[in-house]
């Protein structure tokens, strides 16, 4: 269905097209049809379709992009995006050091893709320990919250 950029805005919002989910909708046509400005778009995708709690965790998701962007695909990344923003959104975890995070993350889903990567290669890269990496991974794929969310 073609909505012109002055309809009013299929959401059901009251706006106009062009003011509501254009360029929502933009974003994600540009995302399947293009992988040059990829980071761009998960950048955008961060702060324009993901809800936070704390401007930390919005902090946290763009350093695991700019951290993981060398190494993994758009996809990946998007993944991990989703999994720090459902984790974050279901315990409110404490921010003590960023890298902490960013590397548990990575590394829970480069073990859920069965991605080759060692704990001791996030510790060097992020600069933390490998057992503080393997105790925070613990909580995030063996708690409640991971279960409940790849059972629903």
Not at 29 to 53: A, M, P, R
Not at 54 to 78: C, F, G, L, R, S
Not at 129 to 152: C, H, P, Y
């Amino acid at each position: 269905m073609d909505i012109g950029r002055n309809s009013l805005c299929p959401c059901g919002s009251g706006k106009k097209y062009k003011k509501c989910c254009l360029p929502k909708d933009e974003q994600r046509e540009f995302l399947h049809s293009s992988s040059t400005g990829t980071n761009q778009v998960l950048h955008k995708y961060i702060d324009l379709d993901l809800t936070w709690d704390n401007e930390n965790y919005i902090t946290t998701a763009h350093n695991i992009v700019k951290n993981m962007q060398a190494d993994y695909k758009p996809d990946t990344i998007a993944a991990a995006i989703n999994l720090w923003h459902k984790y974050a959104h279901a315990t409110h975890p404490v921010i003590r050091k960023a890298g902490i995070i960013e590397a548990s993350i990575e590394y829970s889903i480069a073990t859920i893709m069965d991605i080759p990567i060692t704990q001791a290669a996030l510790a060097s890269k992020y600069n933390v320990s490998a057992g503080t990496i393997s105790k925070r991974v613990q909580d995030m794929l063996d708690n409640d919250w991971f279960t409940e969310q790849t059972t629903s």
